[in-house]
């Protein structure tokens, strides 16, 4: 007996160490070649790529098409697994590989596959990227369609596939398509779109006005109250003389000829929560509140040169939404014109060096917050519901219309559903992205997104020139004044740009297209479109304007960049851009936006002005500095209203406020004072708003920046006429009533999370960063393989070491953080360091896959080596890519992934 029973243990014994063995060697196939030959197909010359010991790859090409085929293998080697599911969703195609299912990696709640898809695929991407590909200029196309070839050159060798590509395809049956030109212009409108979005925030503040009435409906989400520096001071504002330049900046604000008794109760919410839910899906880039760039002027630094300083703060991924590269060459396209040296990071799946230096200027961004989208109520015809009302013709129209088909993968075969995708004049009818609203008003958007790849001169003339020629231009700039003039015919995203050059220079552009709107109108609530009172596009066909502009019929607003918001060699000696308000709106002739956050800007000028002059380490210090200006502020309020009125015959209560009266501000992981202070103000909201509003208009404004500015707004003032609770007929509540109940019943809410043992109310216990590989996110035991890191973090939304969480169940989960970091000192470009925040390698076996977290976490960096001679010394792999022929052209062309 007892010998069967040995026999057995080993049988399972070695069962189980056999089925690991089979999981390792799946889980280790596909791994990048970094060492030895390759044949790249359609290269000019022999290209070598050195990796340093973070698998940093250094292309040292004879030319820079050759640099990039390279580039385009090396991200297909590393991130091709990212780079499908991303390409999936740009297409909206994620239900026909995945099928019918909850899409999200976070713990927040996310919208289904099918949402998706439906709602991407009516904002139609995929159509804007094929109308770019038709017009771009010969040059850039090059270099897209170099990088193409080298993303196929990889997909069409791999002898194995990445293990995560390989159960993908294991188990739903979708094959690796070659990438095309149109996929990589595609990814870049839909960074764009996340960078620019706020027309949720329209239909938002609509739901608002139409369920509390006007003046609390303004009051609830009002425009940004300025507390911190403008990126362009007074002093440095061309419009400065101006008194009154905007009119439409009064409160209370209603677009022209709008009925509120015209909206249908509750017409909005579904709309807002899809996007909601998409952005809690964790897309890539759906999280853009919050980025920092600076520069310092060399009569500020010990160096005597410029320093630069960049974290941008987007979602945290696994892999790293960023990937780290340096580009040598020898010349420019096809051995001919000036070479090309710069060094930053990259997006899988796109072919330019976004953020980074090369050996004459440093360049670093964070996103405007500009308005560049609006909302159009169109009038149906309520004869014939293919026609819309056109004010410039007088007469109904006929919208335009795009029929697609999601293909929806299910046990067997595939299901479709086919739906039609209108646009107006104005842009497509986004509420046809939620079936439940196919019998309300259609809403089209506006976005200058849709206006693809214009520079627009100081008389108005539109030139198309393909937004693409900044990105590949940032890279050549030798100084800041040729940065001004390549960033003038960037496009999208809108972005500040923030840069510095070896001859002393410094300098900011606020980049992008904007809409010039009537004074009467700001773009803050959804407009009437059938009258033109609010137009700044109104064309035939937005997607393919150019092909049918017709300048009898059809209109365009926009503003010449030249004329945008531009900084160089300010008096004070440095420039900030941390989402702050880029200038005075109230003396600027056009709307920049009415949506800013203020805290990081203020900190980080307090930071600057701490030395009078700043090393580059003074800057890396300063990247992670976690004090809390909003608490710093807000705090003595929370503790004087508990003072004034609050239990003090709750010992726990007691406790908490001497944690807080102590508290220095710092929101470190063991700060037992941050977590108090953040389920206290949660807490206020809620005791403010429950009363007064509905749970679903509560539940979509609770992680609304612009309510936020209310809030803040209130506890400073003391003003709000939400603190008053509705049900309490004999009290009239004051805001310190709120806050001392809000302590109170604050630190209730933590004993029954986290235990009655103060102590261990530690910042990082309930404030942790998911690093989450998409398989790993469906749990036990797929997040074994496929890593699912959830890390203690510092920082809040208001620090310089930005981690971006929302309120949920007691917890405080990280949305979005610094997801790269660089400082720059111009006068040693050779110490110049930068770090993200996972690894290089999106292999689920590779070292390379989170080896950077830890320096990332603390401050630590890692070199941005330049030098031939340095990178072939510290290279720890060398990789020769060697020409071949590129194949023969396929005998038919692809079938179209959006029909049948």
């Not at 609390?216 to 109250?225: A, F, N």
């Not at 001004?484 to 015919?489: N, R, T």
């Not at 539940?699 to 603190?723: K, M, T, W, Y």
Request: aromatic share 10%; glycine share 8%.
């Amino acid at each position: 007996m007892k010998r069967a029973v040995r026999w057995g243990l080993f049988a399972v014994l070695a069962v189980a160490f056999a089925l690991t063995a089979v999981v390792l060697e799946f889980m280790s196939q596909g791994k990048p070649q970094v060492d030895g030959q390759a044949l790249l197909p359609g290269l000019e010359a022999e290209t070598t790529v050195y990796r340093d010991e973070y698998g940093v790859p250094h292309i040292i090409a004879d030319n820079e098409l050759d640099a990039y085929r390279a580039l385009g293998y090396l991200h297909a080697q590393e991130r091709l697994f990212q780079m499908t599911i991303m390409r999936l969703m740009v297409q909206g195609r994620l239900s026909e590989v995945l099928g019918d299912k909850p899409f999200s990696q976070g713990r927040m709640p996310g919208a289904t596959t099918v949402e998706l898809d439906r709602f991407i695929r009516t904002v139609g991407f995929h159509r804007m990227s094929q109308n770019l590909v038709k017009r771009m200029h010969p040059d850039q196309l090059m270099h897209v369609n170099a990088y193409v070839e080298g993303v196929n050159a990889f997909v069409r060798n791999a002898n194995e596939l990445p293990p995560d590509l390989a159960l993908l395809q294991k188990t739903s049956g979708y094959k690796v398509e070659p990438w095309t030109s149109a996929d990589v212009l595609a990814m870049g409108r839909f960074i764009g779109w996340f960078l620019s979005a706020n027309w949720d925030s329209e239909l938002l503040r609509l739901e608002a006005v139409k369920t509390l009435g006007l003046e609390r409906g303004w009051e609830l989400l009002p425009r940004h109250k300025h507390d911190g520096p403008y990126i362009v001071p007074d002093e440095e504002n061309p419009f400065a003389a101006l008194t009154e330049a905007h009119k439409p900046i009064h409160e209370n604000y209603l677009p022209p000829e709008f009925n509120l008794d015209d909206v249908p109760e509750g017409m909005f919410g579904a709309l807002v929560d899809l996007h909601k839910a998409a952005v809690a899906s964790n897309l890539p880039l759906t999280w853009p509140y919050a980025s920092n760039n600076w520069a310092v002027a060399p009569e500020r630094s010990e160096s005597g040169a410029a320093i630069l300083a960049n974290d941008p703060h987007l979602s945290h991924l696994l892999p790293s939404i960023f990937y780290q590269a340096h580009i040598q060459t020898k010349a420019g396209l096809s051995s001919s014109g000036e070479g090309l040296d710069a060094i930053g990071v990259t997006f899988p799946g796109m072919p330019f060096i976004v953020l980074g230096h090369n050996r004459f200027v440093a360049w670093a961004a964070t996103t405007t917050r500009a308005d560049t989208q609006d909302l159009f109520i169109e009038r149906q015809n309520p004869d014939n519901p293919d026609q819309y009302w056109d004010p410039v013709t007088n007469g109904w129209r006929e919208y335009g219309r795009h029929a697609e088909t999601l293909k929806i993968a299910g046990r067997g075969k595939h299901k479709t559903v086919e739906f039609t995708v209108r646009t107006t004049r104005h842009g497509p009818v986004i509420s046809d992205a939620v079936p439940e609203l196919h019998g309300a008003p259609p809403i089209a958007l506006s976005w200058a997104g849709m206006l693809p790849g214009l520079h627009i001169d100081m008389q108005g003339r539109m030139q198309f020139v393909g937004g693409h020629i900044s990105f590949l231009g940032l890279a050549h700039a030798r100084n800041v004044d040729q940065l001004f003039g390549i960033l003038e015919y960037m496009d999208t995203p809108v972005q500040n740009w923030v840069f510095a050059d070896t001859q002393g220079n410094i300098g900011y552009f606020a980049s992008g297209i904007y809409p010039i709107r009537n004074p009467a109108c700001d773009g803050t609530l959804p407009a009437r479109g059938d009258i033109t009172t609010c137009d700044w596009m109104s064309v035939s066909d937005p997607f393919d304007f150019i092909g049918s502009y017709n300048p009898q019929q059809d209109r365009i607003s926009l503003l010449p960049q030249r004329v945008l918001p531009r900084l160089k060699n300010p008096k004070q000696g440095y420039i900030i851009s941390a989402n702050n308000q880029v200038i005075n709106e109230a003396k600027t002739p056009y709307v920049v936006s009415f949506n800013y956050m203020g805290w990081r800007a203020g900190r980080i000028e307090e930071l600057l002005k701490s030395k009078p002059a700043l090393s580059a380490d003074d800057n890396r210090r300063f990247q992670m500095d976690v004090l809390m200006p909003q608490a710093r502020r807000q705090v003595p309020v929370f503790l004087a209203a508990w003072e004034k009125l609050g239990n003090k015959n709750n010992p726990a209560a007691k406790r908490a406020a001497k944690y807080l009266k102590d508290w220095d501000f710092q929101a470190d992981t063991d700060s037992v004072a941050a977590t108090i202070y953040h389920a206290a103000y949660r807490e206020a909201i809620a005791l403010t708003l429950r009363d007064d509003l509905t749970p679903g208009l509560f539940r979509r404004v609770l992680n609304e920046p612009l309510l936020h500015n209310a809030i803040n707004n209130a506890i400073e003032s003391g003003q709000f006429s939400f603190f008053d609770n509705a049900a309490t007929k004999d009290l009239v509540e004051t805001r310190d009533h709120i806050l001392a109940a809000a302590l109170e019943t604050a630190v209730a809410g933590l004993e029954n999370q986290l235990g009655r043992n103060m102590k261990k109310w530690t910042w990082g216990r309930v404030h942790k960063a998911g690093f989450t590989h998409p398989i790993g996110a469906a749990g036990f035991p797929l997040n074994i393989f496929f890593k699912d890191y959830q890390l203690p973090v510092p920082g809040s939304l208001d620090t310089v070491f930005c981690e971006y969480s929302e309120f949920e169940d007691g917890l405080f989960p990280v949305r979005s953080g610094p997801a790269f970091r660089q400082v720059v000192d111009m006068s040693d470009i050779a110490s110049a360091r930068m770090v993200i925040d996972t690894g290089q390698s999106g292999h689920p076996r590779s070292p390379r896959l989170f080896d950077q977290n830890p320096l990332w976490l603390t401050g630590g960096t890692i070199p941005m080596i330049m030098d031939l001679k340095a990178v072939k010394k510290t290279a720890r792999h060398k990789l020769v890519f060697k020409p071949a022929p590129l194949p023969a052209a396929a005998p038919a062309p692809m079938p179209d992934p959006y029909g049948d």
